[in-house]
Each structure stands twice: as C-alpha cells, then as structure tokens.
C-alpha cells in the first residue's frame, strides 16, 4: 500500500516562503509522475505542480517563477518550495502520485493534505 506523508505546511505572511515536503512509503522513481495539487474553501483541486521520474517539471502559470518542484530519491521525498506567497494561495496541499498499473491503467495515490495559510 502507498502512503504519502506531507509536511511542511503552515502559517506564513505574503510574500514569505515555505517548503512542502512529502514523503513515499516506497521510492519515489517507481512512480511515473509525483505532484503537488491544492484546494481552497468552496474551490475544486487544482493542480500546481507536478515532476515526472525523469526529472521533467510542469508548473501551472500561476506558480511559474515563485514555486519549485524537486526530488531527492535517497530520501524517497518530494518538495515543493514556495517563494513569494500570496493570500489567495491559502489552500490545503495534497501530495499526489501516478503509476501505470500491470492493467495498463494509472494508479493514483494522495497524502492527507496540509494546510498553507497565507496572511495578508
């Protein structure tokens, strides 16, 4: 079974900083794409960003130049550093992950979340 742990999140006024990070029960190169999707009140999940196990990264256009994804597979871990926060970036954070399953679908695995509050 996957488990994703995320960590990380918190209280931090706008234009400050903080790193997400979530960590794999197991390594993380066994998973076609890892990912950072968030979700704020009355609002659907959005995605933010995602790497794949390539070391490929795509950033939604709101996150580009502030937010960066990263891997460290001795740590089977994924971080998401955030600079420049803004208010309407409160959301939960959840950690996300894709396999191709022995079926040919896509498996798809979340953390619990945690919550990034950014204050005005």
């Known amino acids: 079974q996957v488990q994703l742990a995320e960590s990380g999140g918190g209280l931090v006024q706008a234009g400050g900083s903080l790193r997400l990070s979530c960590a794999a029960s197991?390594?993380?190169?066994?998973?076609?794409?890892m990912g950072w999707y968030r979700q704020a009140p009355g609002k659907q999940r959005e995605l933010v960003s995602t790497?794949?196990?390539?070391?490929?990264?795509n950033y939604a256009d709101s996150v580009k130049g502030r937010f960066t994804i990263s891997g460290d597979n001795a740590k089977n871990t994924v971080y998401l550093q955030m600079n420049s926060l803004k208010p309407e970036e409160t959301a939960v954070y959840y950690c996300?992950?894709?396999?191709?399953?022995?079926?040919?679908?896509?498996?798809?695995?979340w953390g619990q979340g945690t919550q990034v509050t950014v204050s005005s």
């Open positions: 996300n992950a894709d396999r191709v399953a022995v079926w040919g679908g896509i498996n798809h695995y």
């Open positions: 197991g390594s993380i190169s066994s998973f076609n794409t």
């Open positions: 790497i794949t196990s390539g070391g490929s990264t």
